[in-house]
């Protein structure tokens, strides 16, 4: 008995752990071929960390107004919008101001409506062929999860948005319609660089929308998007924890009284 309660204490100490809920971020991990990411220090990507609020909010007026030109989210909904602030009647605002493909009608022909809460995301291209056609041939990647999608997550996509050089270092010859970027695996990329002088937004809170600005605020919002239940899960953790240690206290207890006599 006393060696069960003793596994019983290791098993509780090992699931106190905060590894074993799996709170720990891991850190940024250079993708293969390619320069060492810097961290960004993203306040989501501390143990426990929350989503800044403000810069969820600035990050999404950065996909709206440059990355949605040409980038797809398509696992969004304008509803999902009230996640990261925005009152009912800003988010309906938002979604009435597209027009989203629907039908077909009574005639058999497709028309498009205002957008409703419940619509997705409207898509910059009809399709994927259409979307190459206007990039050069270079697909561009659907942003739903792409946080989630790249080795290095936020921390890469920060230091793409900040990495390009133009001119590219000396002795590299950078192909027709593609530019250089420190951080793209083989560092020639097809996008052009979307965040490219400061003050290309205009935030609603005073903000300077510097170009790290900016890349750091749809960063915050692109993590987001890719795992909208961070902040549940950890604070689910909490409450695992705070019960363990109470339920640790508690069987301690009784097997002292169990084997008060015994000694
Ligand atoms: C003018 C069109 C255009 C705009 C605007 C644009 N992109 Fe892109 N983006 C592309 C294309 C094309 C690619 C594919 C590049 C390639 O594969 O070489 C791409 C690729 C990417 C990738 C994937 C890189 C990788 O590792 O594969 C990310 C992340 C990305 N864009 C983020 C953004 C963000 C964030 C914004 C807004 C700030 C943005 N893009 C604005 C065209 C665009």
């Known amino acids: 008995m006393l060696n069960g309660l003793k596994g019983a204490a290791l098993a ?8 074993a809920l799996g709170l720990a971020v891991p850190a940024a991990q250079a993708a293969e ?5 810097p961290d960004a220090r993203f306040q989501h990507d501390r143990m426990l960390g929350t989503f800044d609020r403000g810069a969820l909010q600035r990050g999404f007026q950065v996909y709206k107004e440059v990355c949605s030109a040409c980038h797809a989210a398509h696992l969004l909904s304008y509803r999902n919008l009230r996640d ?11 979604a009435a ?6 039908g077909p009608n009574d005639n058999g022909e ?5 957008g409703r809460a419940s619509d997705r995301f409207r898509r910059p291209f009809a399709n994927d062929a259409a979307a190459r056609a206007a990039n050069n041939g270079a697909l561009p990647p659907d942003l739903s999860v ?15 948005l900040v ?4 001119p590219p270092p000396a002795g590299i010859t950078v192909m027709e319609g593609m530019h250089y970027n420190k951080y793209f695996p083989g560092h020639q990329i097809a996008m052009a660089p979307p965040l490219n002088s400061d003050g290309q937004v205009q935030y609603g809170d005073g903000t300077r929308a510097t170009v790290d600005q900016m890349a750091r605020d749809v960063t915050t919002f692109l993590a987001w998007a890719a795992e909208p239940e961070l902040e549940t899960r950890r604070a689910m953790g909490i409450r695992i924890i705070l019960f363990l240690i109470v339920l640790g206290g ?7 009284k169990i084997w008060a006599d015994v000694h």
């Open 146 to 160: 792409i946080a989630k999608a790249r080795p290095g997550g936020g921390n890469y996509i920060h230091a793409l």
């Open 97 to 102: 101001s597209y027009q989203i493909p629907d």
């Open 84 to 94: 990261i602030g925005l009152s009912e009647a800003e988010v309906a605002a938002i």
């Open 110 to 114: 497709m028309f498009e409506r205002p």
């Open 250 to 256: 508690l069987t301690y207890a009784v097997k002292r």
């Open 33 to 37: 071929g390619s320069v060492a990411i």
């Open 12 to 19: 509780a100490a090992l699931a106190l752990s905060p590894l």
């Open 163 to 166: 990495g390009y050089e133009d």
